[in-house]
């Protein structure tokens, strides 16, 4: 049994003539989460749905849970949840039979079905709104009731389209909480999302997508060293100590730069190098520090480096 | 590979959710028509309002167009209700083939069909069940038409309660074969609006310019001539003569070959067009 869950190589997916995925390739292991990040049309939701085998890709192979999404769908589906961007719930039925509805069709005994639509239920917060229709769920609660949707036959791997899109902060904390419990268990997650600190939190691989291809691809560590923007900022105690610290940070290899305010002097530093060199070189210089902060960069800085020339979501 | 398409329930029922895999034919059709009977059950507001329709042409045309019986067109001996009620059996069940469709389409919005084509199940199920489901609301909805043109209007056609039954049966074959044909409409335009008007277009002409109402040589000529072509004349007539124990002729085996001719046209296109990526 092989131990990577999605595999998709030289995807390419073009409609009429617009590409809306270029030769993307993706690899998550077993019980890793994978973060899917991109604006609006960076062909985010089409790889879900290649992989979902909803669609079948214009070029190029993929296989999720060792099967191929386009000749072995059947199989495909029998393995994974998919929760897409909007929130599918039968509006007339409540809760309880929407989540039991799915546990019926994918083969569960009626009271094995019931037990199971209570659990997560009780999981996801709706137990109080079980019995209702679901056309009385707010957007979150919709949300929600979605996502346990995909969660009931336990699947091997689950597509999440932006799931968090239209929730509120709370909701939203719920919710990473319920995926880093799944991924706890084995479950693969491939999660597609607009927000950084979704990705950064979750995602133990980040595949940035622009215009349908891959821009860059890595942990986010990884992703946040490339763009390299780790900087010392310092604000001396005399502003006019300032020349004497520039000097001394030069001296210690460093290519300080004057801050804004007086007396401010922001130097990068590598990924290697450390607080300590500054700290050493302006001791050295007798010169008393204010205030020291080390900044790491974001991953908006990294998304901005990349994405740049897209254009933003609406 | 060894899945089989007809894989007995017991074997795929457990109680782990790991386990829980895919379910056979059968339980997808069950527990897919079931869903949508539900839906009607938790709402039987729209049970009514489905019926508000052929209830206005009943009371209606049942006292507008009385005095047609008078007329020489007319077959003797038969009131205008006895004429009516079979007429009105096969327009109800065709204006619930319609409603078929655009259940599909609002499955399509509300993404119940997304979400459905991500699980292992056939998606011809998915038709077959809708269409299932309907046939038990039309069922439903001309029972209780036929009940009250009984109790309210008077109907008691000749062809006693045997003849009634088989041009019940007969209307909702038809509803039944239509009811492919709007699901078709309905997998390739998927759009409720324009399903609505394409129906209603393709409806209130076929409906008048036929034999529902009148007797064909009541009709102008060249109405007459787009009556005689009308497939639902045909439909009409069949349950008609039933209902009133008239000579049926090839009435009925005609309803019967064209319904199964657009049950199979309707089914492929219908599936065809289902499986094209939402």
Redesign the interface.
């Known amino acids: 049994m092989t131990n990577t869950m999605i595999e998709a190589s030289n995807l390419t997916k073009t409609f009429d003539d617009v590409h809306a995925l270029r030769d993307v390739s993706l690899s998550v292991g077993k019980g890793q989460v994978a973060g899917l990040l991109g604006h609006n049309g960076a062909g985010k939701t089409t790889l879900v749905?290649i992989l979902?085998?909803?669609?079948?890709p214009t070029s190029g192979t993929a296989t999720v849970a060792g099967f191929d999404v386009v000749s072995q769908g059947?199989?495909v589906?029998?393995?994974?949840?998919?929760t897409?961007q909007?929130?599918?719930?039968?509006?007339?039925?409540s809760g309880t039979?929407n989540l039991v509805?799915?546990?019926?069709?994918?083969?569960?005994?009626k009271p094995?079905a019931k037990?199971?639509a209570g659990e997560l239920l009780d999981v996801f917060d709706l137990a109080e709104a079980a019995g209702r229709?679901a056309k009385t769920y707010s957007g979150g609660m919709r949300r929600r009731l979605?996502l346990a949707?995909?969660l009931?036959?336990?699947p091997d791997v689950i597509f999440l389209d932006e799931p968090t899109t239209g929730l509120d902060p709370v909701s939203r904390l719920g919710l990473w909480e319920v995926i880093e419990q799944l991924v706890g268990e084995g479950t693969t997650v491939l999660l597609t999302t607009q927000y950084l600190d979704e990705a950064d939190r979750l995602a133990d691989s980040i595949t940035v997508l622009a215009e349908g291809e891959v821009v860059a691809s890595g942990t986010a560590a990884e992703l946040k060293a490339d763009v390299g923007q780790r900087a010392v900022h310092l604000t001396l105690t005399q502003p006019t100590h300032r020349p004497e610290a520039t000097r001394a940070l030069r001296a210690a290899g460093l290519q300080p730069a004057h801050g804004g305010a007086a007396g401010a002097i922001t130097t990068p530093v590598g990924v290697s190098t450390d607080l300590a060199v500054v700290v050493r070189a302006l001791d050295e210089a007798a010169i008393e520090v204010a205030e020291i902060a080390l900044t790491e960069p974001t991953l908006d800085d990294v998304y901005l480096a990349l994405a740049k020339g897209t254009p933003t979501a609406a | 590979?060894t899945?089989t398409l007809m894989s007995p329930?017991t074997e795929?029922?457990?109680?782990e959710?790991?386990?829980?895999?895919?379910?056979?034919t059968a339980?997808?059709l069950l527990?897919?028509t079931g869903?949508s009977l539900?839906?009607l059950i938790?709402?039987p507001r729209l049970v009514v309002l489905s019926l508000l329709q052929p209830l206005i042409m009943l009371v209606l045309f049942s006292q507008v167009f009385s005095s047609i019986a008078q007329t020489d067109s007319f077959p003797p001996g038969v009131s205008y209700i006895n004429y009516l009620m079979p007429a009105i059996l096969v327009t109800t069940g065709i204006g619930a083939a319609m409603q078929s469709g655009i259940g599909l389409v609002t499955d399509m919005k509300?993404?119940?069909l997304?979400?459905?084509?991500?699980?292992?199940?056939k998606s011809w199920s998915v038709l077959l069940a809708r269409s299932l489901a309907d046939l038990v609301r039309t069922s439903v909805q001309l029972t209780i038409l036929l009940v009250t043109a009984v109790v309210l209007f008077g109907f008691s056609p000749s062809g006693g309660i045997g003849g009634v039954l088989t041009a019940l049966a007969l209307a909702l074959m038809v509803s039944w074969a239509l009811s492919w044909v709007f699901l078709a409409i309905g997998s390739w335009l998927r759009n409720a609006e324009s399903m609505q008007q394409v129906g209603f277009l393709a409806m209130f002409p076929l409906m008048f310019a036929s034999s529902a109402y009148v007797p064909l040589d009541g009709l102008p000529v060249w109405l007459r001539a787009v009556a005689t072509v009308n497939p639902l004349t045909y439909a009409v007539d069949a349950s008609r003569n039933l209902a009133l124990a008239m000579p049926v002729g090839t009435g009925v085996l005609s309803a019967v070959a064209a319904s199964a001719a657009l049950l199979a046209v309707g089914a492929f296109a219908a599936v065809r067009g289902f499986r094209k990526?939402?």
């Open positions: 749905n979902s085998t909803m669609l079948p059947h199989e589906r029998r393995r994974i949840g998919l897409g909007f929130a599918s719930v039968d509006e007339q039925l039979d509805l799915i546990a019926r069709l994918l083969g569960a005994s094995a037990r199971r229709s979605d949707a995909s009931v036959g336990q | 590979m899945t329930e795929r029922t457990t109680t959710p790991r386990d829980w895999r895919g379910s056979g339980t997808q527990v897919l869903r539900r839906a938790n709402e509300n993404g119940m997304g979400r459905f084509r991500s699980l292992p199940i990526p939402l």
